[in-house]
């Protein structure tokens, strides 16, 4: 396995959580954190099928990553990663709801209601698209879903949660990596990906373009 000891990585994110999972697969490797300088991203909205929420979580992981490029002064050894992650429920035969971080304003009601509707007692997923810029210039892309089911749990207790703080910001309402883990019954898929990266899979993508010699 290449150890990626030589080669410059710029991670596209402003998360905590990706940087410290990115550095964990890459300890011995030269590390930037340059995120997007236009935090705005295209929207989910209305109802959805599987194949339109995949597009756009690409254009928006491949938007990320070309306005990371774009900063840069010399992208020819550089490798960038960006990502984008995303909770979404079931809607209705074929469609689902993309789960968005919560609004500032009632957020404690807007997350309370998608805990009492599409969380507790069922199951949800979150996907990641993950965008890999080789030093030649080629994209390169992986989803990663992963199914999270919660238990019945008491409204009182989703209240508690919300009082905690830990909802503001999160995709979906909730941190896996943090007390919404007590919620959590079972995980089908990658426990990482929930939290903004896929561990293995990000491992994967970077063997891949190694062995296709795009570096």
Known sequence: MHDFSDSQIVLGSSSPQRKALLKSLFPNSPLRIVPPNNPDELEFTGSKNLFA??????????TKNEDVTAQLSDASTTY?????????????????????KPPEENRDEVVRGWFRDHYLGQTHHAMTAICLRAPDGTLHERF????VTMEAASLDMV???????????KAGGYAIQGLGSIFVSSIQGSLSNVVGLPLR???DLFETVIQNGDS
């Open 53 to 62: 929420i995949m597009q756009q979580l690409s254009q928006i992981a491949r």
């Open 80 to 100: 960038v990663l960006t990502a984008d992650t995303i909770i979404f429920v079931p809607d209705d035969f074929d469609t689902y709801l993309v789960l968005g």
């Open 144 to 147: 990663v879903k992963t199914a």
């Open 159 to 169: 209240d508690w949660y919300l009082s905690t703080g830990e909802p503001a910001g």
């Open 201 to 203: 899979e990000t491992r």
